[in-house]
Structures are given as C-alpha cells and as structure tokens.
C-alpha cells in the first residue's frame, strides 16, 4: 500500500501548499502524538527541535498544539541538527521526536522528521499507523482538558549534543591548530559546528552561518560543493567540511580542494575500520552507490550490499545484517557503532581522529577510482510519469543498450518533485545516450 503522507525521508513539499501548513502540522502532531502516548505508561514526552527556515515559525506553533492536544509534554530546542535530535530524543528517554526541516532543499519547502524512543526513524509499518490517525475524526484523539500537555523551552540542546558527541572519543583528542573551513549551509548547524571544533582546539572558518531564514542550502552546503572547495584553496585548511540544512550530511575537500563524496568516505572508513578491527560484518550502502566501490570492497573482501535510496533504509538493512556502517553517496553517513542515522559533525569528527598524528587528508582518501557516473534530475508535475507505458518503454530500451557495460537506474526521488535518471558506465556516451531515451520520454 503506497504511503499518502510520508516519502523516504518523512513528510516534505512546498510551505503552503499540499499538506505543508499549519493546518496539517497540527494533525500531524495530533496524529503522533495519539500513537506514541499509547507506547507509555510513564510521562508523555515528545521533543521537538528545527532548522533555520523562516517557515519553521509558522509551522513548530502548529505542530506543538497538535502535540499538547494529544495529551504530549513537548520540549522545543530550536535549530539543532537532526542527529542531535535523534540522540537527544534516546537520551531524555522521550516518547518520540520530531524534526521540522526540508534537509537539503531550499527555503521554500519544509517537512517533518519522526523519531521512535530509540532514535531510530519509524519504519513504513508506523508510518502507515500514523496516516490512518492523521485521516481520522480529529475529535477522536483530542485530550480532557485536565489531560493536556505542557510545553517548554530548553535552551541548552546544543550543549547537550557537544557532550555527547565528544564523549565517543578519548579526552585527550585535540584538533589544536589545525585549520578547517566548515561549510553549515546556513542551517541547523550554524552555531554548533564551528563551537564544536573551536572547543576541540581547531582554528576555524566558517561559512554558511548567517541564516535569515530564506538562505539555507543557497549556492551554499554540501549540495554546492564548489563554496567549501574554493575556501579550503583560499585559507589553505587542512580540510574542508560541507554539511546540509539539517546536518545529517557531509561532504568534504581535501587540502588540495578536491572534492570527497560520501562513498570515497565510506570507503576510507570501512578500510580503517576494518584495519583497526571495528568493522562489523560489511558495509550497506544504495543503489545510486558508485561501482567504484562495489569493486574496491570485493578486492578487499569487504562485504558490501545495496539497500534502496535513503538513510532510514539502509539503516534497516544495517540492523538486518548486524553491520556498524552503511551510508550514501549524497553524504548521508551512519556510524552505527555511535549514531541511528546520519549525521555530518559526528563523521567529521570521526575523520578529524584518524588525521589527529599530521596526515593529510588527500592521504587518506580517494581509495578506490570510481567508474564514471552522470545523473539528470527532471522536475515533474507527476512523479507517477515514471510507470506510464511509453517510460516504461524507454528504460527498458536504456537497459538493453547499456547491458554489460553499465548499469541504469530511474527512479522518483522521495523528496522533491523529480525524476532521477542515473547512468554508469566507462563510456560516457553511451551513458549520455542512454540518459536521453529516458529524458525525452519524461520531457
């Protein structure tokens, strides 16, 4: 059964329009708030934190009275990346948290990321749960009176993150001197970024932190590389860090501003891991994962399995095969071994450890060489153009032309209003040629 509300990644569109206004943000709370109350017996808590989109001041009062009137304790934290979200979410021991931001996309849209008490994002069975209340008689969920929730505001959410974070390493690691350009898309990571490396000792510049409510993720972040490659090659850092609206991403620049993607990541990691024996099992990763990779893993016996587009799905397929490390070329990235979802700061840091004796980050990556890959993003009124038969028709043609020479993938994408269309393959006409069937047809 295909999910109304929910896509890959929660509840997303256009402020305003479709389900992404006040009115739905408070049935979404309500609808919540009704499932996840039922889960406890002990106090009712739900906590709440946002990016820096002007929306969010519109649609967090919403949610919250949706919340509240389900019977919810809710405690906002204000802008906080999702990951700190997510742990804080464990941490506090609260029913559920919800994460209001549109990640990588621009200001104008926004949405909603739901996290179970384990930190763990909800899976489709939930979601599905969750739709059924929303659709309900908003009568039927509402609280006594004397059964409402309260509401409060905690100022100190960021420390609480830093805290946690830097307690996955020893006391004695230190960043003292190094220079690092950080990227923060003017988002959820503006103030805690640059806080958390300055505290750490490292001398800091950063970018992407004067949000104003309209600029995140503007020609800025980790989905415009080219801002912190030019800043590395400009200030002469050791290393660039790029993180998206909500932090949950990361992509980097080496100190000859080169760009790293999140496989050559995953790749450096799962490498050291597996040489220092932390590697648990293998390594999840998508199906936009790069062959590079798939191939690189094989030579090092490495196991490595695709899971669909997503980093709630890969951290499924993580938890299927007991694996501590599975992640997205778009820089979605999950340690398991400290994290339930992706998060760009606890990765950086991460890095910044395995850097800590004076090795260069152009040391340490572009382990494996990928295998030339294009992707064409088509915006759409009806991502279901895909399952028409003249579609149809052209991917299959696609996939017969580029057969033993590469490898297509088409798809909807679960958070904007696209066709993806993916090609790899060592000759880049055929995968050009093979893009423009696809297109012409969508077109």
């Not at 990951?83 to 549109?102: E, R």
């Not at 990227?183 to 104003?212: F, H, R, W």
């Not at 050291?272 to 690189?296: A, D, F, H, P, Q």
Request: proline share 3%.
């Amino acid at each position: 059964m295909t999910k109304k509300y929910f896509g890959t990644d929660g509840i997303r569109g256009t402020v305003n329009k479709g389900n992404i206004n006040g009115e739905m943000f408070f049935k979404f709370g309500l609808a919540a708030g009704t499932y996840f109350k039922n889960l406890r017996k002990t106090k009712q808590t739900a906590i709440i934190s946002k990016d820096t989109r002007l929306s969010g001041y519109t649609l967090e009062p919403a949610l919250v009275s949706g919340l509240a009137s389900a019977g919810m304790h809710v405690y906002t934290l204000g802008p906080l990346p999702t990951n700190g979200l997510a742990m804080l979410t464990k941490f506090m021991k609260a029913n559920m948290g919800i994460m209001i931001t549109a990640s990588h996309n621009l200001f104008y849209d926004n949405g909603l990321k739901l996290f179970g008490p384990d930190g763990l994002k909800l899976s489709d069975k939930i979601e599905k749960k969750i739709e059924k209340l929303i659709d309900s008689k908003i009568i039927k969920n509402l609280s006594k009176p004397e059964k409402l929730g309260r509401v409060k505001r905690l100022e100190d959410g960021n420390n609480r993150y830093i805290k946690i974070l830097k307690s996955n390493f020893p006391n004695n690691f230190k960043l003292n001197g190094l220079k690092i350009v950080i990227d923060c898309a003017n988002g959820a990571g503006y103030k805690l970024g640059p806080k958390l490396l300055k505290s750490l000792g490292a001398k800091v510049i950063s970018i992407g932190t004067s949000p104003n409510g309209l600029n995140i993720n503007e020609n800025c972040g980790s989905t415009y590389p080219h801002k912190i490659q030019s800043a590395v090659r400009k200030y002469k850092a050791k290393l660039g860090i790029s993180l998206d609206g909500d932090a949950d991403r990361i992509i980097l620049s080496d100190e000859k501003g080169r760009i790293i993607n999140g496989d050559q990541i995953i790749a450096m990691l799962a490498t050291r891991w597996k040489r220092k024996k932390m590697l648990k099992g293998g390594v999840i990763g998508t199906l936009m994962s790069n062959y590079g990779l798939e191939k690189y893993f094989k030579k090092i016996k490495i196991k490595f399995y695709r899971a669909n587009v997503g980093d709630r799905y890969v951290k499924e397929k993580m938890q299927k095969y007991k694996f501590n490390l599975g992640g997205e070329q778009s820089g979605h990235i999950i340690l398991g071994k400290f994290a339930t979802t992706g998060d760009g700061l606890l990765v950086a840091l991460e890095i910044l450890f395995s850097m800590r004796k004076g090795k260069n980050a152009s040391e340490l990556f572009n382990v494996f060489k990928p295998i030339p890959q294009i992707l064409k993003n088509i915006v759409v009124r009806d991502k279901s153009i895909i399952n028409s038969p003249n579609c149809k028709k052209a991917i299959r043609e696609a996939n017969q032309l580029i057969k033993n020479n590469g490898r297509m993938l088409v798809r909807k994408s679960g958070t904007e209003p696209k066709i993806r269309i993916m090609g790899e393959s060592e000759n880049k006409k055929l995968i050009q040629k093979c893009i423009n069937i696809v297109k012409k047809t969508i077109k």
